[in-house]
């Protein structure tokens, strides 16, 4: 299996390459179950964002570094969800489409968590930035829900999103086009 030699906050990880469309490789960042890189790069992360009240971010690979970034800070997270569950009453929706994700998906915020993004300054946490779809779907269910966007931010900007001025990434992830 190819992979991609990753040196992020001090620690080295092999990602392995996957295959993310018929000519594009992209190498797979994942934090679930490595406490250590979950650990060292949200206190890298942190160093580098603006003053926040609260913590946002996507289900499922954005939970970890916003979980550890609720930790470190003391400040409370919120995810959007990819589905409606009972327990949400009158939530907000956006429609998204992720690289990773084949489809066209809907963020879910329900009405109490949005009552508490409310008039607070609000740091977007991801794992990975790519085609910022995903960012762009939190963004505006941030607005909706009348938060204000204090900052975007992620472990990794994968390709163009590296060269954007307007997010704080830790480092460059590139992609690997292919004949």
Not at 49 to 72: C, L
Not at 162 to 174: C, G, N, V
């Amino acid at each position: 299996m190819k992979t991609y030699t990753l040196n992020v906050a001090g620690l080295t990880r092999e990602l392995p390459l996957c295959q993310a469309g018929e000519k594009l490789d992209i190498a797979a960042f994942i934090m679930f179950s490595d406490v250590e890189l979950t650990v060292a790069c949200t206190e890298a992360l942190l160093k580098k964002v603006p003053e926040f009240d609260v913590i946002v971010t996507s289900e499922t690979k954005g939970i970890p570094i916003a979980y550890e970034a609720a930790r470190q800070s003391g400040k409370n997270y919120f995810v959007c969800r990819k589905s409606l569950k009972l327990y949400m009453t009158d939530p907000i929706s956006v429609n998204v489409r992720s690289i990773t994700t084949l489809g066209m998906q809907t963020l879910y915020l329900s009405q109490e968590d949005a009552s508490q993004i409310a008039g607070k300054k609000v740091l977007i946490l991801d794992d990975v930035i790519s085609t910022g779809n995903s960012l762009i779907a939190i963004e505006a269910l941030v607005e909706k829900a009348g938060g204000i966007i204090a900052g975007k931010a992620a472990v990794l900007a994968e390709g163009k999103a590296a060269d954007r001025d307007d997010i704080i990434f830790l480092e460059k992830l590139p992609v690997f086009p292919h004949e």
